[in-house]
């Protein structure tokens, strides 16, 4: 269960939601309330006023927007003030269920949490990063070659930090390293767990990470895996956290493990990726952190990097 609630700390106070009609949005609306976050629904709508200019101006005036597809019903009121709060450089998340097959193609560049809008974990979760991410750029970035290394040299550095963590089987270490890592090769937010119960390490969220894996996604750090056992089930345990928080992937993080660990050992779930932590900084040495799991994705699932 969630036990902490992240500090609104002023940059977003306000919210517009957008659902079909009859969605029960009753959770919903008691987070952001709960976060200091006041919330415009188009019930809201005064007497006598026009739908689509009270809509425009309502969107203007607001920090966020949410968005909720689901299964059940289809609203083109809801793509209509989507693609409104689009046009004015509102923020934009969408609350999609794990059953609707496809987010419509010209919302994917958005942040999507595969949920209902019903479910607490996913919610909070959700929210408390939003809170605590930096204000994010109105279009996602487009992943292409990096114009100059991502972390460079600084990779030796990090490198030789995480073997002085390893040697001294400091675990908390090893995870700050991977944050360290994280953050100089420019990954949006990285967030770091404070309530135990979240079932991972660290929280991503990125723009460039959308296309390939959506947000969040969540990684757990291990410093060694005695075997291939140990690792499925530390596999499943970040596989149920992805699960309950309406997230789509996760990434497994090792320090050291056998030889013939490899990248895709059989008997995982899915959606989990898993990679060495020494290949991951060095990779970040002159690619993008979206780059790498943009390879690590496809080659999961297609058996390809392209």
Partial sequence: MHKKTVKNLGRI???????????????????????????????????????????????????????????????????????????LGRQIVLIAPPKLATVPSHLKSFLVIRAG???????????????????????????????????GLD?????????????ANDFRSVERVVVQALRDSGVDIVSEASNPDLGADIAIWSDALQPF??????????SRFRGTDELRRAANQLFNAVSSRGGN??????????????????GLPPTILIYSIVDLIDQLRTRSFAEVIRDLRNRRVHGVER
Avoid: H
């Avoid at 809201?44 to 059940?72: H, M, Q």
């Fill in 13 to 87: 106070r306000s919210c517009y939601i957008s659902s079909p009609a009859g969605t029960d949005l009753t959770y919903l609306r008691s987070a952001l309330m709960q976060r200091g976050i006041q919330v415009v629904v188009p019930d809201d709508l005064y007497p006598g006023s026009i739908w689509s200019e009270w809509i425009s101006r309502k969107i203007a005036d607001v920090d966020l927007v949410i968005g909720v597809l689901t299964s059940e019903r289809r609203s083109q009121w809801v793509l209509f003030e989507l693609g409104q709060a689009a046009a």
């Fill in 117 to 151: 809008p019903k479910n607490r974990n996913a919610i909070d979760f959700a929210l408390d990063q939003i809170l605590a991410s930096p204000e994010r750029p109105v279009s996602p970035p487009i992943i292409s070659a990096p114009t100059r290394a991502a972390v």
């Fill in 155 to 167: 990779a030796n550095s990090i490198q030789a930090n995480l073997r002085a963590a390893m040697d």
């Fill in 213 to 222: 894996v959506g947000n969040p996604l969540l990684i757990e750090v291990k």
């Fill in 249 to 266: 992937w996760g990434l497994l993080l090792y320090g050291q493990g056998p030889q013939d660990l490899g990248t895709d050992p059989k």
